[in-house]
């Protein structure tokens, strides 16, 4: 059975710092690009970022460049986003996101699966 399982979610102020993570399990990992989205209240879900399945290339949404970091450790199973300087337009619910790719690239196929997601607040 797939799992994604999110956690690190909180709240935190402005300009702060959380890491979420999200724990895999049911399927080989290491065959799967991972992603993170986010959705805000009355928004859709938009995609924040993406790593392949080795972890050497990664994709962000320009909200987000050069204050989140994704990362994975296939060894562990698990996808993280490290998010610096938060802002309170970043609140929102973070769901993980996992499908099948053909090898490191960023073509995929078959069912995507979904976590169910952490909240994530940006307030003072």
């Known amino acids: 059975q797939v799992q994604l399982a999110e956690s690190g979610g909180g709240l935190v102020q402005p300009g702060g710092s959380l890491r979420l993570s999200c724990a895999a399990s049911?399927?080989?990992?290491?065959?799967?690009?991972m992603y993170w989205y986010r959705q805000a209240p009355g928004k859709e879900r938009d995609l924040v970022a993406a790593i392949s399945t080795t972890g050497l290339s990664t994709n962000y949404d320009d909200s987000v460049k050069g204050r989140f970091t994704v990362s994975r450790d296939n060894a562990k199973n698990t996808v993280y986003l490290q998010m610096n300087s938060l802002k309170p337009e970043d609140t929102a619910v973070y769901c993980c996101?996992?499908?099948?790719?053909?090898?490191?690239?960023?073509?995929?196929?078959?069912?995507?699966?979904w976590g169910q997601g952490t909240q994530v607040t940006v307030s003072s």
């Open positions: 049911g399927f080989t990992f290491s065959d799967y690009a």
């Open positions: 996101s996992a499908r099948q790719a053909f090898g490191s690239t960023w073509s995929t196929y078959g069912p995507k699966y």
